[in-house]
Nanobody
Framework: VQLQASGGGLVQAGGSLRLSCAASARLLIFGVMGWYRQAPGKQRELVASIVTGGATNYVDAVKGRFTVSKDNAKNSMWLQMSNLRPEDTAVYYC??????????WGKGTQVTVSS
């Protein structure tokens, strides 16, 4: 299974970006998928997750600004990020966890928010 994250870039504070995560396998084999980020000098943190049934969860810092979604037919997951802040600057990774607990990670995509 391979995950390919894309969509990062440089944006001004208040702007928006949409990250994409394309999977090489059907999304139905994953119990949960999520977006993580890692800023320089900080630990990787969970930003948002979505389970098979569609329920979502967000870290408090992005609630109301980020939206995670997926489309099983397209084998893809997205993270719509709005009202971006400089503190959102990080490398963003997508992760998928199969039923049974095996994790797959995509390569990161850099998001840089300028003030």
């Amino acid at each position: 299974v391979q995950l390919q994250a894309s969509g990062g870039g440089l944006v001004q504070a208040g702007g928006s970006l949409r990250l994409s995560c394309a999977a090489s396998a059907r999304l139905l084999i994953f119990g949960v998928m999520g977006w993580y980020r890692q800023a320089p000098g900080k630990q990787r943190e969970l930003v948002a997750s979505i389970v098979t049934g569609g329920a979502t969860n967000y870290v408090d810092a992005v609630k109301g600004r980020f939206t995670v979604s997926k489309d099983n037919a397209k084998n893809s997951m997205w993270l719509q990020m709005s009202n971006l802040r400089p503190e959102d600057t990080a490398v963003y990774y997508c992760k998928a966890t199969m039923y049974g607990g095996v994790d797959y990670w995509g390569k990161g995509t850099q998001v840089t928010v300028s003030s």
